[in-house]
């Protein structure tokens, strides 16, 4: 797993657009987060640096419009972000995680499934 830098929760709003409709400018940055954010254009534009500070984004540049795509697959920074939860709450035991989520979350019998199929593929 690559060394990806810490992405805050409200980077995390940012990087989802991105990752979905990369390249992507601010402004279509902006509109999407209208409504689930009261966030100030600005306050997006501040995100979208700190991103480009970190080198989790990069861009290019048409015209006067800056098109921003991801540096790092999504995958990857979820995958690490689980990794630095289960160490960060559960000790590092992700068994703990795991019977935490199934004892305080109703799962239809399909959810119980996949989570067998997936545990009889771990062996």
Same mark, same amino acid.
């Given at each position: 797993?690559?060394?990806?830098? =810490?992405? !805050?929760?409200?980077?995390?709003?940012?990087?989802?657009?991105?990752?979905?409709?990369?390249?992507? !400018?601010?402004?279509?940055?902006?509109?999407?987060?209208?409504?689930?954010?009261?966030? =100030?254009? =600005?306050?997006?534009?501040?995100?979208?640096?700190?991103?480009?500070?970190?080198?989790?984004?990069?861009?290019?540049?048409?015209?006067?419009?800056?098109?921003?795509?991801?540096?790092?697959?999504?995958?990857?920074?979820?995958?690490?972000?689980? !990794?630095?939860?289960?160490?960060?709450?559960?000790?590092?035991?992700? =068994?703990?995680?795991?019977?935490?989520?199934?004892?305080?979350?109703?799962?239809?019998?399909?959810?119980?499934?996949?989570?067998?199929?997936?545990?009889?593929?771990?062996?």
């Amino acid at each position: 797993m690559s060394n990806i830098p =810490k992405i !805050s929760e409200a980077e995390w709003e940012v990087m989802k657009i991105i990752w979905s409709k990369n390249p992507c !400018s601010a402004n279509e940055i902006i509109k999407q987060l209208e409504d689930s954010t009261s966030w =100030k254009p =600005k306050t997006v534009k501040s995100l979208i640096s700190r991103l480009l500070k970190k080198n989790i984004i990069g861009f290019n540049e048409e015209g006067r419009t800056y098109y921003y795509y991801p540096l790092f697959d999504e995958k990857e920074c979820v995958r690490q972000e689980s !990794s630095s939860f289960i160490k960060r709450v559960y000790n590092g035991a992700a =068994k703990n995680m795991l019977l935490n989520f199934i004892e305080d979350n109703k799962l239809t019998e399909e959810d119980l499934d996949d989570l067998r199929k997936i545990l009889n593929d771990k062996d």
